[in-house]
């Protein structure tokens, strides 16, 4: 029992640990927007996160995001509106969608909807 216990207790801080982006760089940004398509709900979701953490002067990242809050799962479209968050004033593009994920059924999307800097006007905090 000791030994299940320490093996589980070691593995806490692995579980726990941020996730980094798939991507760093622009040049993963293609294969990011591809992944937004992809059939698994988790590929899209993590394509929408690093999306976010890395597109915000790539021109065709806001686009595939908008799409994005059209998914079919909602942690999907919550996270391209987090995403969209993170791009921030960049992503003015987005305001219509994003006012239209506020009367999303799920709770996260109007949340982070509500919450993203795009949809403030410039200079307001």
């Known amino acids: 029992m000791k030994i299940v216990t320490v093996i589980i207790v070691s593995l806490i801080p692995f579980y726990f640990a941020p996730q980094t982006a798939l991507a760093q760089t622009n040049e993963d940004i293609p294969r990011l927007i591809a992944a937004l398509k992809d059939n698994d709900a988790s590929v899209r979701r993590r394509a929408a996160s690093d999306l976010g ?68 006007p410039c200079g307001s905090s």
């Open 53 to 120: 953490l890395i597109g915000r002067e790539v021109p065709d990242v806001v686009p595939a995001l908008i799409a994005a809050l059209k998914d079919n799962v909602a942690q999907v479209r919550a996270e391209a509106a987090s995403a969209l968050g993170h791009i921030g004033p960049a992503a003015h593009d987005a305001v219509p969608a994003l006012i239209a994920a506020l009367r999303d059924n799920n709770a996260d999307v109007r949340e982070f909807a509500a919450l993203s800097p795009a949809n403030r």
